[in-house]
T-cell receptor, first 114, second 109 residues
Framework: DTGVSQDPRHKITKRGQNVTFRCDPISEHNRLYWYRQTLGQGPEFLTYFQNEAQLEKSRLLSDRFSAERPKGSFSTLEIQRTEQGDSAMYLC????????????FGPGTRLLVL | DAKTTQPPSMDCAEGRAANLPCNHSTISGNEYVYWYRQIHSQGPQYIIHGLKNNETNEMASLIITEDRKSSTLILPHATLRDTAVYYCIVSSYGNKLVFGAGTILRVKS
């Protein structure tokens, strides 16, 4: 059984560029979550999906951020016009959505905006 | 804001039990206590969770007080690889996890 996978693991970009991250959840997990973690802090919730429906978005998710889960399987997180303050680790987690709701995290994508 | 309070750091000798405390005095009746840990530069790793009964799995034990206002995570025989940030989180099923600063556990030989 493979865990949550994220791609890429590292991304360096210049300010103003767009970036897209991908998350593949554990097979048959209905819920998918995105979190962001800056240096020295705990992860902060961004958004989550139940199948393909985006059910909650944090106020941290500005208009430059968009997330999709088109077929209820993998998800993408896009950041447009990146800013230096977007530099962080972006974490994806999934949960079964049934009798147990334990979230399992991927390894994260570390973004550095120059 | 996180609904839990944890000490910022703790040390433990290798091979000894590590007991990590957590206060969650405002926990609601439908909220579980979850423990995750994060080793440097990796994603958080699920350890254990419980509602009101004590729980044990292959990684750790979770002791929850009868009033559910505090809990203790026990790593029975800590190894150097257990050095990590440990997060105690209270959340109802299906809800987002709200992480605090966690406890930095340093296991020393």
């Amino acid at each position: 059984d493979t865990g949550v996978s994220q791609d890429p693991r590292h991304k360096i970009t210049k300010r103003g560029q767009n970036v897209t991250f991908r998350c593949d959840p554990i097979s048959e997990h209905n819920r998918l979550y995105w979190y962001r973690q800056t240096l020295g802090q705990g992860p902060e919730f961004l958004t989550y999906f139940q199948n393909e429906a985006q059910l909650e978005k944090s106020r941290l998710l500005s208009d430059r951020f968009s997330a999709e889960r088109p077929k209820g399987s993998f998800s993408t997180l896009e950041i447009q016009r990146t800013e230096q303050g977007d530099s962080a680790m972006y974490l994806c987690a999934s949960s079964p959505g049934r009798e147990t709701e334990t979230q399992y995290f991927g390894p994260g994508t570390r973004l550095l905006v120059l | 804001d996180a609904k839990t309070t944890q000490p910022p750091s703790m040390d433990c000798a290798e091979g000894r039990a590590a007991n990590l405390p957590c206060n969650h005095s405002t926990i609601s009746g439908n909220e579980y206590v979850y423990w995750y840990r994060q080793i440097h530069s990796q994603g958080p790793q699920y350890i254990i969770h419980g509602l009101k009964n004590n729980e044990t799995n292959e990684m750790a034990s979770l002791i929850i007080t009868e009033d559910r206002k505090s809990s203790t995570l026990i790593l029975p025989h800590a190894t150097l690889r257990d050095t990590a940030v440990y997060y105690c989180i209270v959340s109802s099923y299906g809800n987002k996890l709200v992480f605090g600063a966690g406890t930095i556990l340093r296991v020393k030989s």
